[in-house]
Nanobody, 120 residues
Framework: VQLQASGGGLVQPGGSLRLSCVAS????????IGWFRQAPGKEREMVSC???????GYADSVKGRFTISRDDARNTAYLQMDSLKPEDTAVYYC???????????????WGQGTQVTVSS
């Protein structure tokens, strides 16, 4: 599975962005998808994840502001980010793995990152 993340950019505080993660290869619907982010000098952290059965999970820092979804027919997962804050600034990555877990070590495939910058 190869993953391609896109949709990052510069946005003002309070604004919105939608990230996309397009997968090539087969069996996309078999995998859980996780969105992670990494800010300079910080460890990579899970933002949100969605299982193959579409169960979702969120980091406390983004609950109520971010929404994860997937369209298996399009081999694509999304991360809708609303009410963005400067502390959301980071490189965002999507990943595919067998289970929707928080540890990045348990994901098998990674996309390249997309930069999200929240600043006025």
């Amino acid at each position: 599975v190869q993953l391609q993340a896109s949709g990052g950019g510069l946005v003002q505080p309070g604004g919105s962005l939608r990230l996309s993660c397009v997968a090539s290869g087969s069996d996309f619907d078999y995998y859980a998808i996780g969105w992670f982010r990494q800010a300079p000098g910080k460890e990579r952290e899970m933002v949100s994840c969605i299982s193959s059965s579409h169960s979702t999970g969120y980091a406390d820092s983004v609950k109520g502001r971010f929404t994860i979804s997937r369209d298996d027919a399009r081999n694509t997962a999304y991360l809708q980010m609303d009410s963005l804050k400067p502390e959301d600034t980071a490189v965002y990555y999507c990943a595919a793995g067998r289970l929707p877990v928080t540890s990045p070590k348990l994901y098998d495939y990674w996309g390249q990152g997309t930069q999200v910058t929240v600043s006025s």
